[in-house]
């Protein structure tokens, strides 16, 4: 389990994307990602926490908004991104 866990590791270093884990055991998944980007989700959630829309202007507003989608489409895709490269990474492995 040792080196699979490690060469997962390695997957996860060269692609910059996330670990999900399964414990059966529990029948939990948990996600691991790099230390500094946890922090900088962590820094991004509590930013958008801050942000009172009823305060706002119609056109801050609308900034704050387009801003909001523009951040989700582009977690949206590094996650179809990394899924992608996980999915071809193990289809070449089980084809070998």
Do not use: P
């Not at 305060?55 to 507003?61: A, C, Q, W, Y």
């Not at 951040?71 to 179809?80: L, S, T, V």
């Not at 990394?82 to 071809?88: F, T």
């Amino acid at each position: 389990m040792g080196d699979l866990f490690e060469r997962l590791c390695k997957i996860s270093h060269k692609t910059k994307d996330r670990l999900i884990i399964w414990d059966k055991l529990e029948s939990k998944a948990y996600v691991m990602m790099d230390l500094d980007e946890y922090e900088n989700y962590l820094d991004q959630s509590q930013d958008q926490k801050k942000v009172d829309l009823s305060k706002l202007s119609e056109e801050e507003m609308l900034n704050e908004i387009t801003r909001q989608i523009q951040a989700w489409n582009q977690d949206h895709k590094k996650k179809e991104t990394g899924v992608s490269e996980i999915e071809n990474h193990f289809n070449h492995i089980g084809n070998h």
